[in-house]
């Protein structure tokens, strides 16, 4: 049976799961670790979890041809070659993974069946009249091919030819200048006035701010301001459903941005929906988008600290002045075209915003995170690299700020991972005793996620985290575990080391989410900590995932 009707992708399974919690482990009292947790490995097939497409061409469409005259079987092969004919059915496998089913009919021969990839491979196969042969290939890029089958007659040499169009299932990124795309205040994309409660807006993606028209996803810095309630954005593809998850909470008279990777309509837009009660303004920029055309694949890394101007880490030692700006080269990342971060402000001075943006020119109208006098808080940030390879932070606030960057990987041309979007699914939810029966994440402790456990092609997820009723301040980290599942499953894990990255920071009481990129490490599982004292509810979506193959 073929790996497509067996739905054993590596990302079919490792998106598409049943989730339940995996069994307790006794915690060490002489260390005072909390026990950790997990969720269990994925053990039920959910493909509608990622968009599957076929492709047909019908055995009508054959060109049929005559074996060479004077051939042996040339005399009793007029009548087959009338009949002889090949039909095509193709199915996406995986990011770069297809299945071709060739249904050779006017014959009871045995055939040739000769596969033309349209990537300048081919492969030669056996078949029989009246039978199905099922031809699986890996493309070595994202894009659209042309696949030419020819089915020849082993007795008479008659032969058919038929072709059919496919595309990959996977997209590659191209970074595009940071660029507003909506704001409500002024009108910019949208009508101009407040989006009202349980209202939505459609953005046009494709075919605006040069982006071109078939585009599958886009990345966007969502912020949501001059909010009188609490509440949530949804972003996800019109025409499509409405997704049950979040991309950006807030509460009242919070501004709070988000990083957004999401699905594209086949029009062209995106829906931005308004879960609170009362009305709100939205700011949409963009900072790069995917296509099913080669171009940069991603690359995921362990998180690594790139700048901290606290300790003079990646740069001088020394907060980045009330309307300064501090670039930082991006070397020895193989002609890196974007880098994905993870941004923090600590320490501002006043309120304000910072931009991170390519080169070293002038910073664009456009903000990435907002802060007020005080605050601690990140966001993920995709930013393309300009062209002397490096990246610009500007602080858009009057007074003084300490800025932490981390690097969580890259986009480049010869990045092996393919971005393959999927349908919104919540993985964890602290506060549901259903699923999941040990309550709040405890300080200092750890869930371990192995969703990619078991499926070596899948190399990364795209994850939102909430973290909701905070008993204290404090700071979620993402990091690879170093453990197997039989580790787990055995109770011989070993403590993971402590990740010395943030993803999210967060006040008392606060409501915070942010975007994770979170590669699968060398066993598939990922470990997401709660770096305070004290409790928290932890709430993570899956929106998509990076393969190989």
């Not at 995917?290 to 300790?311: E, I």
Request: aromatic residues 6%; hydrophobic residues 35%; negative net charge.
């Amino acid at each position: 049976m073929s790996y497509r009707r067996l739905a054993a992708s590596a990302a079919v399974l490792a998106a598409g799961v049943a989730l339940v919690p995996a069994p307790a482990h006794a915690a060490d009292p002489a260390s005072g670790r909390p026990e950790p947790h997990g969720i269990a490995r994925p053990d039920q097939v959910r493909p509608q979890q990622r968009e599957a497409a076929a492709f047909t061409s019908p055995a009508d469409r054959s060109v049929r041809q005559a074996p060479a005259a004077g051939r042996a079987g040339a005399a009793s092969a007029d009548a087959a070659q009338d009949e002889i004919a090949v039909g095509l059915k193709a199915f996406t496998t995986s990011a770069h993974g297809i299945e071709v089913d060739a249904t050779t009919t006017g014959t009871a021969n045995a055939v040739s069946v000769s596969v033309d990839w349209g990537d300048g491979t081919t492969s030669e196969e056996a078949s029989a009249g009246g039978q199905t042969l099922t031809a699986p290939h890996q493309y070595g890029k994202p894009g659209g091919y042309t696949v030419r089958v020819t089915v020849t007659d082993r007795v008479t040499q008659a032969s058919a030819v038929n072709r059919i169009a496919v595309w990959t299932q996977g997209s590659h990124f191209t970074p595009h200048a940071p660029k507003r795309l909506l704001d409500t205040r002024n009108g910019t994309g949208a009508h101009q006035g407040k989006l009202p409660a349980y209202g939505q807006t459609r953005l046009q993606v494709g075919g605006n701010a040069e982006i071109p028209a078939g585009v599958t996803a886009v990345v966007l810095n969502v912020t949501v301001t001059n909010t009188t309630s609490g509440g949530h954005i949804t972003a996800y593809p019109d025409g499509g459903e409405k997704p049950t998850t979040s991309n950006v909470n807030f509460a009242p008279g919070q501004t709070v941005p988000n990083l957004v990777i999401v699905p594209v309509g086949r029009n062209g837009y995106v829906n931005l929906y308004n879960g609170g009660w009362e009305g709100v303004d939205l700011i949409a920029d963009v900072t790069g988008y995917f296509t099913k055309s080669a171009s940069s694949g991603y690359t995921p890394m362990d998180p690594q600290r790139l700048v901290d101007t606290r300790n003079g880490t990646g740069a001088p030692k020394g907060q980045i002045k009330g309307y300064g700006t501090l670039t930082k080269p991006i070397g020895g990342l193989d002609n890196a075209t974007a880098v994905a971060l993870n941004v923090t402000v600590t320490n501002p001075r006043s309120d304000g915003h910072l931009t991170v943006f390519p080169g070293a020119g002038t910073a664009p109208a456009v903000s990435n995170l907002n802060f007020t006098a005080g605050q601690t808080i990140a966001n993920a940030v995709i930013v393309p690299v300009g062209a002397g390879g490096e990246i610009s932070i500007r602080n858009g606030g009057w007074n003084p700020t300490d800025v932490i960057v981390d690097i969580v990987g890259y986009y480049s041309p010869a990045g092996p991972n393919a971005y393959v979007p999927l349908k919104p699914d919540r993985l964890l939810d602290t506060r549901d005793g259903a699923t999941w029966p040990w309550g709040p994440l405890s300080g200092r402790g750890y869930v371990y996620m192995p969703l990619g456990h078991g499926f070596p092609h899948t190399k990364g997820f795209v994850l939102n985290t909430t973290v909701t009723n905070p008993k204290d301040a404090g700071h979620l980290a993402v990091a690879p575990d170093p453990n197997s599942l039989a580790d787990y499953d055995n109770g011989t894990e070993v403590w993971p080391p402590t990740p010395t990255s943030s993803t999210l920071n967060w006040t008392r009481g606060k409501t915070v989410p942010n975007l994770v990129q979170a590669g699968t490490g060398p066993y598939g599982i990922i470990d997401i900590w709660n770096q305070s004292d004290a409790d928290i509810d932890l709430v993570v979506d899956l929106f998509g995932l990076y393969e190989d193959n």
